[in-house]
């Protein structure tokens, strides 16, 4: 899995899974040649990655049992990480959508893991403790209709996706969206805390978190709601209840595409952070005593290219102590990817749109893979669809 041995980095994924889903024994070793899968050596196997395009190498049982050897050695930063079984992966996402408006149905469907896409109703319903792993789609719980009414107001697509919300909160027995979405906030919260594993991307990350801070607190204005917000909203804001932020301020004006300070994506304009110099470097962990924020770091390259969403980066400020940074961008002081617990489960925030489409569009064209088998930035997707998978071990103490 080092950056010239394999030939579709992100294929590799879906055959480890696919080996996992068949039952087969495989083992992750953290820090060695990119994050290498060792999987047992069947016939079945070497024709799937044949056909898939996945490059491969046949080991003796002695030279595999050399590389444990030298992975378990103190002296190196390695690990092995047994896989035990394929995780069952859910996509809130809404009804209808294609796989290309988000991009972790996009590298799923590439790399051919098998997914289920849910949203509110299932959601509502209890059904979340069916899956191990939850993906949270470009999405706005704040009830705000992703903060496109500035600009796309009179948009059909705008009008018709208010409406399908309006129509879907009343059928689940709600007033407003804002409401409704935060009912579906606190299900995923608990699904976390329960012991599930959530990844969410962009406008997902801290639209959620400001939707829990906010419970109780009307921080939509009339033109989405219908009525106005809380006055001096700001101050009755719980920092307590949020996942991953703190003292973060909200963006009060609604024509203004941004929820609050915690994204980076102004500041970078100001500062006119350059395209060809836009990157975020991965954090090194301890393999043996820190094993999950290396599992999620695992690449090819330590440098990743950066890429813009209408939430690109969290300011390292409105970061919880608690929370680890994974991946950050000095040159803009701010985190790019970040992990944290909660309760008995963990989540994963990761800011932009699409790794390989440096700053998407509505009504853009959607990112063709087979041009990108190697990306850094989507390998780290992937990298926490597995996650779930690992054996579990006990603290080192």
């Not at 879906?14 to 060792?38: C, P």
Request: hydrophobic share 35%; with cysteine.
């Amino acid at each position: 899995m080092e950056a010239e041995g394999q030939q579709n980095h992100l294929k590799a994924y879906g055959i480890t899974y696919w080996a996992l889903d068949k039952s087969y024994k495989v083992s992750w070793l953290l820090n060695y040649r990119g994050g290498a899968f060792l999987l047992p050596d069947d016939g079945v196997i070497r024709k799937e990655c044949q056909i898939r395009g996945v490059s491969f190498e046949i080991l003796s049982d002695a030279a595999a049992n050399s590389i444990l050897e030298e992975i378990s050695s103190p002296s190196q930063n390695m690990e092995t990480v047994v896989l035990e079984k394929a995780p069952k992966i859910a996509v809130y996402t809404p009804k209808g959508k294609q796989p290309w408006d988000d991009a972790v149905t996009m590298v799923l469907t590439y790399a051919e893991i098998p997914y289920t896409e849910i949203y509110d109703e299932e959601v509502l319903s209890d059904q979340l403790v069916l899956y191990d792993w939850l993906h949270l789609h470009h999405e706005d719980f704040t009830g705000q209709y992703g903060k496109f009414f500035g600009a796309y107001r009179n948009a059909p697509w705008y009008i018709e996706q208010k409406k399908q919300a309006e129509d879907l909160a009343k059928k689940l027995g709600y007033s407003k969206v804002s409401e409704e979405k935060l009912a579906v906030s606190i299900k995923i919260r608990d699904y976390v805390i329960g012991g599930g594993f959530m990844f969410a991307m962009c406008s997902a990350t801290d639209s959620f978190d400001i939707a829990l801070a906010a419970e109780g607190v009307d921080i939509c204005e009339s033109m989405f709601d219908g009525d106005p917000s809380t006055p001096n909203y700001q101050t009755r804001i719980d920092y307590t209840n949020s996942f991953a932020f703190k003292d973060f301020i909200l963006e009060r004006n609604p024509e203004k595409y941004e929820f609050s300070n915690i994204d980076t994506t102004e500041d970078r304009v100001k500062k006119r952070v350059p395209f060809e110099k836009d990157y975020f470097s991965l954090m090194d962990f301890s393999a043996k005593w820190d094993p999950i924020p290396t599992m999620l770091c695992q690449n090819h390259t330590q440098l990743v290219k950066g890429f813009m969403g209408q939430t690109t980066a969290f300011n390292a400020s409105t970061v919880k102590a608690n929370v680890l940074t994974l991946g950050e961008c000095k040159i803009n002081g701010e985190a790019r990817y970040i992990h944290g617990t909660k309760g008995k489960g963990m989540f994963t925030f990761y800011g932009g749109h699409d790794p390989e489409d440096y700053q998407h569009h509505v009504g853009d064209a959607p990112t063709v893979l087979d041009l990108h088998p190697n990306s850094p930035g989507y390998r780290l997707i992937l990298n926490n669809v597995l996650f779930p998978a690992a054996r579990k071990k006990k603290q080192k103490t």
